[in-house]
């Protein structure tokens, strides 16, 4: 159905604006109920870090270098936290941590506002904006960083459908046209098998390893006008097939000119990476600090200053590092203000001479990378692209897709709509109820009931067209819109033990995935060093702790008998996250057959788990077996390793599974392993959560080394382990 674009881009105003409130409440709401060290194990704050230095880093920007206070880590490592490199951040003194309410305001006011630019395991750097700013963090005052919501990445995607919204009807391209279903692509051929159907010539494959699908995707991209899907199930090779485009493109039409984005930093850089070594002109956008070292050389930052053109902005940012040098030395009041009045002059020069150097640059790329929000920025504001290429388009919101997009007069967008669609925060109302069983949090959870009316009351919400969410995006709604012709599949994977691909095969993939020659029939126990035991020689394992002895809890529950004995009325962070004592049990002793019995090296093995409070319940694995990750299925989408085990927590009497429903999350979840896939979980309560929850426990049932686990000896086996 076409989609009138104005009503189209205000409701994706009203939905991002909910977005936004959500994310900022959330913040409010933890960091006034919760101190500070709470708030570092949930993953939104950094605690206890003493100032290491300060310098002029990117785009005249002061990085201030955070390390561990030495009175709190005897190590000088960070702790354990989940802070994340282009995290927006307040960087503060760091609050006592009494009882006394704080609200988000205040430390507002006290600190600054920064984006993280490197994280690394001893220190972590913070680029601060403003002049004098590093001046309030400075001195040997013990600091904190707090994660607040990404106003910047929101304002770039509100502009964007602003524009959107205003737009006269002759305004619009074709290819926009196209993407809201006010017409239809131009016809694509059916049949594309031979490489003498595009272009002029025949084309000459630069990667002479790709298998048909990757092929058939690339001709069936190159040949198409305005738009073209490239659907990528786990492992199937989106990127390989994205960079041999990129080079199709280019040869076909050596002036054309290509903009790469994807939803992340780590998306686009691992296409810079791969694009690099074939030696065309491109350029990476982005704050330099937040891309991967083997990736700066292409970074804008970098070729400003290396170029020639560059020389002259070279010299100001040498002056300004000086300033900035003499502030430390500086002890009267007066003199400081006089140089920062200087730095400020000094930045101003600075960006002028900056925008004409990145403008020459710029314009003699033929590939251009940027993350989707990073394509709005000035550097980009009055190019033109003939193609724009989405990777992980799925992963990203349809507002984020159109910073790109608008640019465009064709896209090339690669994803997979049955993995995990982008984490969304808000509920809105006329969300339905499945709806809101499929949103996740930071925390990778639905939200409480609390969190939720707390957003409600603080903000009064925008109107919302009924069924209208953010969740749908522009991968989802192309397809519905026009349907498979739009869009060509990847089908061999090589990722997967062939048993492990059975499954998300048949069940989501039409059964066309195909394991490649030399993944097929790899074990863990051809690995070096690895023993044949049980567990190395099996790739599917399904441990069924059907019965009832292995009950899961609430988190409040718990929470509630602790308040009622401490007199307590603190809510938990992780809000009605379950949790499953017995398979955690079995996750531990399966961790310990892999690694101990089996030589399995630690770095290979990942334990997922739908739910938070899981996870945190075995945090004591990572020091047991230093290199083991514990993930969320969220936040594992795109990984990978040898052996996952996977717990799935559900157990009780209801056949209630919450939101394990979600056939995506499961999907990620079981695609992950390359050549172990070991699933904990109650199939009797699993099996009654969805007809595709029945499937695959009786897939498993069928399919994989089945285990009934005995709790009496395994406790009793825990017990001995434990004193040992
Ligand atoms: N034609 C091919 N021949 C051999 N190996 C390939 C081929 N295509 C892809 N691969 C390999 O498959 C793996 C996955 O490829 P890539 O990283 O491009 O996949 P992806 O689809 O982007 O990943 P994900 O599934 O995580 O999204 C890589 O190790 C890559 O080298």
Redesign the pocket.
């Known amino acids: 159905m076409a989609v009138d674009i104005p009503t189209f881009a205000s409701t994706q105003i009203s939905l991002l604006a909910a977005e936004l409130q959500a994310e900022v409440d959330e913040t409010s709401m933890l960091v006034s109920l919760h101190s500070p060290s709470a708030l570092q194990r949930a993953g939104v704050a950094l605690t206890n870090l003493a100032v290491l230095s300060q310098r002029t880093g990117l785009g005249g920007k002061t990085v201030v270098e955070l390390g561990p206070d030495g009175a709190f880590s005897s190590s000088g490592d960070l702790p354990e936290h989940g802070i994340r490199s282009g995290d927006i951040v307040l960087l503060a003194e760091q609050p006592a941590a009494s009882g006394k309410k704080r609200e988000v305001k205040e430390l507002e006011r006290k600190g600054v506002k920064g984006v993280v630019t490197r994280v690394g395991r001893q220190a972590l750097g913070v680029a601060v904006g403003e002049d004098g700013e590093g001046e309030v963090v400075g001195g040997d005052r013990r600091v904190w960083i707090v994660k607040l919501a990404d106003e910047v990445t929101w304002k770039r995607m509100n502009g964007t459908m602003e524009k959107m919204a205003k737009m006269a009807e002759g305004e619009y391209s074709y290819f926009m046209r196209v993407l809201f279903g006010l017409t239809t692509p131009s016809p694509v051929p059916e049949d594309l098998s031979k490489d003498e159907e595009v272009g002029e010539g025949k084309i000459k494959w630069f ?1 002479t ?3 048909e699908s ?1 092929k058939d995707a690339i001709r069936f991209a190159l040949k198409s006008q305005e738009i073209a899907l490239i659907h ?10 994205l960079i041999e485009l990129i080079l199709q493109l280019l040869a076909l039409n050596p002036n054309s000119r290509i903009l790469v984005c994807g939803p992340s930093n780590i998306s686009v850089d691992n296409i810079v990476e791969r694009l690099s070594p074939h030696k065309i002109p491109l350029i990476r956008l982005g704050h330099p600090a937040r891309l991967l070292p083997s990736v700066l050389n292409h970074s804008l930052d970098v070729l400003t200053r290396t170029s020639e053109a560059g020389a002259i902005v070279k010299d100001v940012r040498a002056e300004m590092d000086a300033k900035q040098a003499s502030i430390r030395k500086t002890r009267s009041g007066k003199e400081r203000k006089a140089i920062y009045a200087d730095l400020k002059e000094l930045r101003k020069e600075y960006r002028q001479r900056e925008k004409k150097c990145v403008s020459d640059l710029v314009a003699k790329s033929k590939v251009v990378l940027a993350t989707l929000h990073g394509s709005g920025g000035y550097q980009l504001r009055d190019e033109k692209f003939d193609v724009v290429i989405i990777d992980e388009a799925s992963q990203a919101l349809e507002a984020q897709c159109w910073v790109a997009l608008l640019s465009a007069k064709k896209a090339i967008c690669a994803g ?1 709509h049955l993995q995990l669609p982008p984490t969304i925060k808000s509920l809105n109302s006329s969300s339905s109820s499945k709806t809101s069983s499929k949103t996740s949090s930071t925390s990778g959870e639905k939200k409480t009931a609390k969190t939720k009316k707390d957003t409600a009351a603080s903000s009064t919400p925008p109107t919302i067209p009924k069924g209208a969410t953010l969740e749908t995006t522009l991968f989802d709604r192309l397809l519905s819109l026009h349907g498979p012709k739009i869009k060509r599949m ?1 089908t ?1 994977q ?2 997967m033990h062939e048993s492990i691909m059975r499954f998300p095969s048949d069940e989501l993939y039409e059964g066309k995935l195909i394991a ?1 020659e030399g993944v097929k029939a790899r074990l863990l126990n051809q690995l070096p060093d690895v023993r044949d035991v049980d567990e190395t020689r099996e790739p599917l394992i399904f441990i069924d702790t059907q019965g009832g002895d292995f009950p899961e809890k609430t988190e409040d529950e718990e929470e509630e008998e602790e308040k009622k004995k401490k007199g307590v009325t603190k809510r938990s962070l992780y809000g009605d996250s379950k949790r499953n004592e017995g398979e955690a049990m079995l996750v531990r002793e399966h961790v310990r057959c892999l690694v101990e019995d089996g030589g399995v090296r630690a770095e290979d093995v990942a334990v997922v788990s739908p739910y938070n409070a899981q996870l945190a319940l075995l945090a004591p694995l990572k020091e047991q077996y230093p290199g083991i990750e514990l993930g969320s299925v969220d936040g594992f989408q ?1 990984r ?1 390793k040898e052996a996952v085990i996977v717990t799935l927590v559900r157990s009780n009497s209801d056949g209630e599974v919450g939101f394990l429903a979600e056939k995506r999350r499961l999907n990620v979840a079981m695609t992950r392993p390359k050549r172990s896939l070991t699933v904990i979980g109650d199939s009797e309560t699993v099996k009654k959560g969805s007809k595709f929850l029945k499937k695959w426990m009786e897939f498993l049932e069928e399919n994989a080394d089945l285990r009934y686990p005995d709790l009496a000896s395994l406790t009793a086996a825990a017990a001995a382990a434990a004193k040992a």
């Open positions: 990667d390893s790709l298998n990757q990528g199930p786990p492992g199937t090779g989106k990127t390989h097939t997979d990847l061999t090589y990722r490649a795109g990978e």
